[in-house]
């Protein structure tokens, strides 16, 4: 398994009652939804030629209608992913960091502004070192 | 080759303030430590016949440690550091590295332990910011 397998399933299982997708939108829209896709992935190599750290970043959106719980999915996420460390499925996490996105980052769960359709977004990114 | 791949995230730097091994981890440090920052003397040893320079080396030093950690004269990793700067003991405070686990939880974990005073204590005030206190302290003897 891979490392988003596992990240996947460590979203789904932090947020049992919410969609958890990755890279795709979920066509659900009445309760809240995780939307999340790797943005980055860089392995550093030795001279000689052996692998060092895995740093990747994911880029994390939480979004539904209803503010306070789509909210309070939110900040359950970030307090549990921050300053994770430790087995994630066949991964090990030496270290995660959550930061909120920049505010040039433009959602990408959602087809349109998100107040237009109601929706209400909270969108972070989150650094795994490994 | 086997490398395990640490970061610094999940280290520990703890002390004994006795010079024991009652290590109580200081758990306000901000963002890690910077050392020993050790050096050796080189001392020339070369003679009017040596065409090449040669040294030998001379005595071990393992210089300071210093980081930062975030300032609260209630907690006690500012207690505990205030407490061994305002010593006149000159038994010197135990220090503890330890070293986590690496890549797939591979490799062991390590420490590192020496002997030192706290030399130097800096508290850091500013309007918008948590407080915050730099320190550092002297290495004496070596680190085993």
Same mark, same amino acid.
């Given at each position: 398994?891979?490392?988003?397998?596992?990240?996947?399933?460590?979203?789904?299982?932090?947020?049992?009652?919410?969609?958890? @997708?990755?890279?795709?939108? @979920?066509? =659900?829209?009445?309760?809240? /939804?995780?939307?999340?896709? /790797?943005?980055?992935?860089?392995?550093?190599?030795?001279? @000689?030629?052996?692998?060092?750290?895995?740093?990747?970043?994911? =880029?994390?959106?939480?979004?539904?209608?209803?503010? =306070?719980?789509?909210?309070?999915?939110?900040?359950?996420?970030?307090?549990?992913?921050?300053?994770? /460390?430790?087995?994630?499925?066949?991964?090990?996490?030496?270290?995660?960091?959550?930061?909120?996105?920049?505010?040039?980052?433009?959602?990408?769960?959602?087809?349109?502004?998100?107040? =237009?359709?109601?929706?209400?977004?909270?969108?972070? /990114?989150?650094?795994?070192?490994? | 080759?086997?490398?395990?791949?640490?970061?610094?995230?999940?280290?520990?730097?703890?002390?004994?303030?006795?010079?024991? *091994?009652?290590?109580?981890?200081?758990?306000?440090?901000?963002?890690?430590?910077?050392?020993?920052?050790?050096?050796?003397?080189?001392?020339?040893?070369?003679?009017?016949?040596?065409?090449?320079? $040669?040294?030998?080396?001379? $005595?071990?030093?393992?210089?300071?440690?210093?980081?930062?950690?975030?300032?609260?004269?209630?907690? *006690?990793?500012?207690?505990?550091?205030?407490?061994?700067?305002?010593?006149?003991? $000159?038994?010197?405070?135990?220090?503890?590295?330890?070293?986590?686990?690496?890549?797939?939880?591979?490799?062991?974990?390590? *420490?590192? *332990?020496?002997?030192?005073?706290?030399?130097?204590?800096?508290?850091?005030?500013?309007?918008?910011?948590?407080?915050?206190?730099?320190?550092?302290?002297?290495?004496?003897?070596?680190?085993?």
């Amino acid at each position: 398994m891979s490392i988003d397998t596992d990240f996947q399933s460590k979203l789904v299982a932090l947020v049992p009652g919410a969609t958890v @997708s990755e890279n795709v939108v @979920s066509q =659900d829209t009445t309760g809240v /939804r995780v939307w999340w896709q /790797r943005s980055t992935a860089n392995v550093d190599l030795l001279l @000689s030629g052996v692998p060092a750290l895995f740093d990747g970043t994911y =880029d994390l959106e939480v979004s539904g209608v209803d503010i =306070d719980s789509t909210a309070t999915v939110a900040d359950s996420l970030k307090t549990s992913l921050h300053g994770f /460390r430790g087995s994630m499925g066949s991964s090990f996490v030496l270290g995660m960091f959550v930061q909120d996105q920049s505010d040039e980052y433009i959602p990408k769960s959602i087809d349109t502004i998100p107040e =237009d359709e109601g929706f209400h977004i909270f969108t972070f /990114r989150v650094q795994i070192l490994s | 080759m086997t490398i395990n791949r640490r970061v610094g995230f999940g280290n520990t730097l703890g002390v004994d303030s006795a010079g024991g *091994t009652s290590f109580v981890t200081l758990g306000a440090i901000i963002d890690g430590w910077k050392g020993p920052q050790a050096k050796k003397e080189a001392i020339d040893i070369s003679v009017l016949s040596d065409a090449d320079k $040669q040294f030998g080396v001379g $005595q071990k030093d393992w210089g300071e440690v210093t980081f930062s950690i975030m300032y609260d004269p209630d907690e *006690t990793t500012t207690t505990t550091l205030e407490t061994l700067f305002n010593s006149v003991s $000159q038994v010197a405070a135990n220090w503890r590295v330890t070293y986590g686990v690496g890549s797939t939880g591979s490799g062991t974990i390590k *420490t590192r *332990t020496f002997l030192g005073h706290v030399v130097g204590l800096s508290p850091e005030v500013k309007v918008n910011e948590h407080l915050m206190c730099e320190v550092t302290v002297k290495v004496s003897g070596a680190v085993a």
